[in-house]
């Protein structure tokens, strides 16, 4: 009996090697040693969106974290697109670590931890879009963004990505589509306030010439166009419907292709105005009254297109970056506009955009013909309005002008004075909730 037992012994101890390498091939067959979950924040800033944080699911409770523990590292690719290596791969600086929920939420104890990254209008490596050139015209798409985290001290890797949250674009409806009588099919981002009791103010954005497409969430994060739906914006209006139309292609599109400037006729204003009208009448919520119209460079074109087509549909404007020339809009159509409010915010150096041809020389046109209520804040650059990136001394294309208007800047005239309603000074956004026909 004792000399069976001792066999049997023996024989497991021989095979235990075997199985326990079994074991552990298996394991690592199974699973990358890179292939811990992450989770991406992307959030819009004046010069695009960045990925600012990324939550690390650790898969075990932590009670502290560490930033110095964790390497970040980027990959940004995308099909048939050359980059330069500097825009290709690299290192992402990470300044803060803390436990968190999957959301990325600070709690005290917690299986997540998210790293807050460094961004900036020059830290290309932050960004998960890219301007791409192609069929001779640009535009904004997202691309391929991987990244690999490294906890240094853990031994432990992450390369898999889990899901994106964005902030505001999470607010929006990305998935309205309208198609017109003639054929021509638009897509458009939405955002709906929650209390309905009450009639609401609609605020139509009009995107520029590189957010064209069917992606809505492009024309939402390239110039950050979701701050309409953000808390202080949607408190200066007690709350207000957003609708962000985008065009297959550009505004400014004739029927030969090229670009208009309005010397001849585009081929969106018909089937823009239609979706904006079955938005309308499917939404009963919406104040007629109170509905805004706006866009920057291309869409600043197209908003003043609507407004001259349909003098009597909009409660005021905002449009930034005019590209509409003046030289093609005859005294009629300039009265028949003339009392509509509208704010014009435009930079002196633009060089797409001429403002000599564009909104100086229209605006001027309007004070003649006695308009009532136009304003202009006619900036001399487009600069850092955070000041962490060098404020006044940083320069934006001078183009640009619309960070002005989303950031809801603008607060005074074509003469520098302050523009006041009763008395009151008032910023572009606060003057434009006070409209109404």
């Known amino acids: 009996m004792k000399t069976r037992v001792l066999r049997f012994l023996k024989m497991l101890f021989l095979l235990a090697p075997v199985c326990l390498f079994s074991h552990n091939f298996e394991g690592k067959k199974s699973v990358d040693p890179a292939d811990g979950m992450y989770s991406l924040v992307i959030t819009g800033y004046d010069w695009g969106p960045s990925v600012n944080q990324v939550i690390l699911d650790m898969g075990e409770m932590h009670s502290n974290a560490n930033a110095r523990d964790f390497k970040v590292t980027v990959m940004r690719s995308a099909e048939g697109v050359e980059m330069q290596p500097e825009e290709q791969a690299g290192e992402r600086s990470v300044l803060f670590a803390f436990i968190s929920d999957e959301k990325g939420n600070r709690i005290k104890d917690g299986s997540h931890i998210t790293l807050t990254l460094l961004v900036g209008p020059d830290e290309v490596l932050s960004s998960p879009i890219k301007y791409v050139f192609k069929d001779g015209r640009g535009g904004n798409q997202w691309i391929d963004y991987k990244l690999k985290i490294v906890d240094k001290t853990r031994n432990k890797t992450w390369g898999t990505e889990k899901e994106r949250i964005l902030p505001l674009v999470d607010r929006f409806d990305l998935s309205g589509t309208y198609r017109h009588e003639d054929g021509t099919n638009l897509t458009y981002a939405s955002y709906a306030p929650v209390d309905t009791n009450s009639k609401l103010p609609l605020v139509i ?5 590189g957010e064209g497409g ?24 007690g709350k207000a419907y957003v609708l962000v139309p985008q065009t297959p292609t550009f505004w400014m599109q004739s029927a030969s292709g090229e670009y208009t400037r309005g010397e001849i006729n585009d081929i969106y204003n018909e089937s823009l105005m239609g979706l904006i009208k079955k938005y309308v009448a499917e939404h009963p919520e919406i104040d007629d009254k109170r509905i805004y119209i706006g866009g920057c460079s291309n869409g600043g074109y197209m908003s003043l297109k609507l407004l001259l087509l349909h003098p009597d549909y909009f409660a005021a404007a905002y449009i930034s970056a005019l590209a509409y020339h003046t030289e093609y809009i005859s005294d009629a159509q300039l009265s028949s506009i003339k009392n509509i409010p509208i704010w014009f915010v435009h930079c002196k150096d633009d060089t797409v955009t001429l403002p000599g041809k564009t909104v100086v020389p229209f605006y001027k046109r309007l004070i003649a013909a006695g308009a009532p209520n136009v304003h202009f804040s006619y900036y001399d650059h487009a600069t850092d309005l955070t000041g962490f990136y060098g404020g006044d001394a940083y320069r934006y294309n001078g183009h640009f002008s619309w960070i002005y208007s989303h950031a809801n800047h603008p607060d005074f005239d074509f003469d520098g004075k302050p523009v006041e309603i009763d008395g009151r000074k008032v910023s572009i956004m606060e003057w434009m909730a006070a409209q109404r026909k």
Do not use: R
């Open 205 to 209: 954005w009009l995107h520029g010439g």
């Open 214 to 237: 069917t992606d809505t969430s492009i024309p939402l994060v390239a110039n950050k166009a979701t701050n309409y739906a953000s808390n202080e914006l949607q408190n200066l209006f």
